[in-house]
C-alpha cells in the first residue's frame, strides 16, 4: 500500500479536469493569437476560462494575467512593481517562499532597501513592526506576505495587513498558492494588489497559474516577446491547460465546504493520533481551524534521528510525506521557514509536513500512523 501525504507540494490531477483538457489536445488546432476560425476557437476558450476564475475570485476579467505557475507570477509581482514603479523600499517575512524570498534578495542587489518583519512563533507577521516600517520611510513600498504558509499552514487575515498597507499607500502582494482553492476570495473586497495562484495545488495541471492585478496598478511586463496577455505575458498562451486551471479552481469552489469537512477531519484524525502516541509531539504553525489551512500539519519528533531518515524509512513504509517545500528538497539547510520561527534546529531536523488531498481517506490516514508506530516502536 502506498499513500501519498504531501498534497501541498502538488495534488493529483483531477480525472474530471484532464477531461476538459483533452480536446484542447487533440481537437483543436491552431494559435489563440491568430485571426482565422481555429484560433477564434482557443481565443474564446481563453477568455471563457477567465472570466471562471476572475468570478470564482470575486475579481474583473481584465485582471487576471496567466502565467507558468506560482512562481513566475511571483517574480512578474515582484520584480516588475520594483522595476516599473520605482520602489525602494520591500518589506517581507523570512519565511515566504523562495520564489519571493530570492525575487526580494534581487531586488535588494539592485539597490531597494528590504525589511524583514519578525514572525511571532506560529507564523504570524508582527502587525506593529510592520506599521512602523512604513511609518519610518517615506517612499512607497512594496509588502510581500503569504496568505497560508506552505510549510506550516498558519493563514494570515489578508484584511488587517491590507488596511496597514493602505493606511500608508503601500502596494501590498500575497502569494496564494497554498490557499487558493481552500478559501473563498472576494478580490474586489481586499485591500491586496497582487495575488498568485498555481492550477497544481487544486487539483490542476502543472505549468499554469495566474497572477490578479488590482485595476489601476500599471506595471511593465516580466517577458517581452508578443503581445499575449493583453501585453503583459509574452509568449502562445497552455490553452489546455488554461482551460484545466479553471475547471478545477471552479470545482474546488463550488465544494468548498464538502471539501474543508473532509480535508479538516483527516487533518485532526492525523494530528490526534499522533499525540496519543507521541505525547511529546511539536506542532509548528498555527492549527486551528480559522486561523490554518486543512491540507497543512507540520509535526516535530523530538529525538527521532534526523528528517532524511524519518522521511527514507516513511517511503519504505509507503508513505510520501516531505520536511517542507519541495522547490528545496534535500536542501543541506534545513527548512528556512521553522528556522524562522526559532524552532531549535534539533526539532527542526527531525519535523515532517504530512498535507492531504481529497482523495486520501480516514483508512489511509489509520494506516500511516500504525507505519509510524512501528516504527517508532510505540506499543499502542
Known amino acids: ?90 518589506i ?127 506595471v511593465p511586463p516580466l517577458l517581452q516577446g508578443g503581445g499575449q496577455e493583453r501585453n503583459m505575458r509574452a509568449g502562445t498562451e497552455n490553452v489546455p491547460a488554461i482551460v484545466g486551471m479553471a475547471f478545477a479552481l471552479e470545482k474546488c469552489i463550488n465544494n468548498l465546504e464538502a471539501k474543508r469537512t473532509h480535508l479538516l477531519g483527516l487533518k485532526k484524525q492525523m494530528a490526534e493520533g499522533l499525540k496519543a502516541s507521541f505525547p511529546e509531539i511539536v506542532f509548528h504553525g498555527e492549527t486551528g481551524e480559522d486561523n490554518s489551512i486543512p491540507t497543512v500539519l507540520n509535526a516535530g519528533f523530538p529525538g527521532a534521528g534526523t528528517e532524511s531518515m524519518l522521511l527514507f524509512n516513511l517511503d519504505i513504509n509507503g508513505i510520501s510525506a516531505s520536511g517542507g517545500s519541495a522547490c528545496t528538497s534535500g536542501s543541506v539547510k534545513g527548512s528556512h521557514v521553522l528556522e524562522g520561527l526559532g524552532v531549535a534546529p534539533g526539532l527542526a531536523a527531525n519535523s515532517i509536513r504530512f498535507s492531504f488531498g481529497m482523495q486520501n481517506t480516514p483508512e489511509e490516514i489509520e494506516y500511516a500512523l500504525e507505519r509510524l508506530r512501528e516504527m517508532f516502536r510505540v506499543k499502542v
Not at 483543436?28 to 482565422?36: L, R
Not at 478559501?183 to 490542476?204: C, D, I, R, W
Open 1 to 90: 500500500m502506498r499513500i501519498y501525504l504531501d498534497n501541498a507540494a502538488s495534488t493529483p490531477l483531477d480525472p474530471e479536469v484532464l477531461e476538459r483538457m483533452i480536446p484542447y489536445f487533440t481537437e483543436f488546432s491552431g494559435n489563440p493569437s491568430s485571426v482565422h476560425h481555429h484560433g477564434r476557437q482557443l481565443r474564446s476558450a481563453i477568455e471563457k476560462a477567465r472570466k471562471t476564475i476572475a468570478t470564482l475570485v470575486g475579481a474583473a476579467p481584465g485582471e487576471i494575467f496567466f502565467t507558468s505557475g506560482g512562481t513566475e507570477a511571483d517574480n512578474m509581482a515582484i520584480r516588475c512593481t520594483v522595476e516599473g514603479l520605482g520602489i525602494r523600499h520591500i
Open 92 to 218: 517581507t517575512t523570512a519565511i515566504e517562499h523562495h520564489a519571493v524570498l530570492h525575487s526580494v534578495e534581487q531586488m535588494e542587489k539592485t539597490g531597494a532597501k528590504v525589511t524583514w518583519l519578525p514572525v511571532d512563533a506560529k507564523g504570524n507577521p508582527d502587525q506593529e513592526a510592520l506599521r512602523e516600517a512604513l511609518a519610518s520611510d517615506t517612499r512607497q513600498a512594496l509588502v510581500c506576505l503569504m496568505h497560508a504558509n506552505n510549510e506550516i499552514g498558519t493563514l494570515i487575515d489578508l484584511h488587517k495587513y491590507g488596511r496597514i498597507c493602505e493606511e500608508f499607500g503601500a502596494i501590498f502582494m500575497s502569494d496564494t498558492v497554498q490557499s487558493m482553492g481552500n478559501v473563498q476570495y472576494n478580490l474586489a473586497e481586499t485591500p491586496v494588489h497582487f495575488v498568485t495562484a498555481s492550477a497544481h495545488k487544486f487539483y490542476g495541471p502543472k505549468g499554469i497559474g495566474f497572477l490578479y492585478i488590482r485595476s489601476g496598478v500599471k
